[in-house]
């Protein structure tokens, strides 16, 4: 969609074999028949997140290719079965990319790499290293949800071990500390 035209000669997607794309970046996309799903892990290409790893997967039946002025945006080195050395994406710098990997903004580095060059462009200062970080926030969701939906009396017979059966039983917060 970010490129320049999509064909999908086999009617994959459409009936419609020809469409121009958003222009954003010079790419042509054709559709194929056969899906492409796999786990990779992939170094990131885009100037000043040169090297950053970030681990995901592609699920497409495009398959794209830069004509024009632009750079791959990542190099796929391993997939699921083995290693690889493939590039993805295109990008015109950090301000314009498309990538068949999904997954990126939930690495640390790569989502703070990438705010941070965004408002370094706006004249902003960067983002304090723990910004974004839901990991806590999402854990206590989870154990919220598995004390709420488990038999805790159960699964401690089973287990054969004492189970704390409401967060910070055992370990209570610092003072002025969120949980």
């Not at 899906?35 to 290409?45: F, G, M, N, Q, S």
């Not at 190099?75 to 990008?91: M, N, P, Q, T």
């Not at 989502?111 to 983002?127: D, Q």
Request: aromatic residues 8%.
């Amino acid at each position: 969609m970010l490129g320049k035209l999509v064909e999908d000669p086999a009617a994959v997607e459409s009936q419609r074999s020809r469409i121009e794309g958003l222009g954003l970046l010079p790419v042509k996309t054709v559709f194929d028949p056969r899906k492409r799903l796999v786990r990779v892990e992939a170094e990131c290409l885009l100037p000043g997140l040169e090297g950053v790893l970030v681990r995901g997967y592609e699920i497409h039946q495009g398959r794209s290719h830069i004509e024009g002025a632009a750079s791959p945006a990542f190099r796929i080195r391993w997939e699921f079965g083995g290693g690889a050395d493939a590039i993805d994406g295109a990008a015109l710098g950090v301000e314009c990319f498309g990538t068949y990997l999904h997954g990126l903004f939930d690495h640390v580095a790569f989502r703070r790499g990438y705010l941070n060059a965004v408002r370094a462009r706006k004249g902003l200062e960067p983002l304090p290293v723990h910004a974004y970080d839901t990991r806590p926030k999402d854990f206590d969701q989870l154990a919220d949800w598995l004390r709420d939906s488990v038999d805790m009396a159960a699964l401690e017979r089973v287990v054969g071990l004492p189970l704390r059966t409401t967060i910070g039983d055992a370990d209570p917060a610092p003072p002025n500390k969120e949980r």
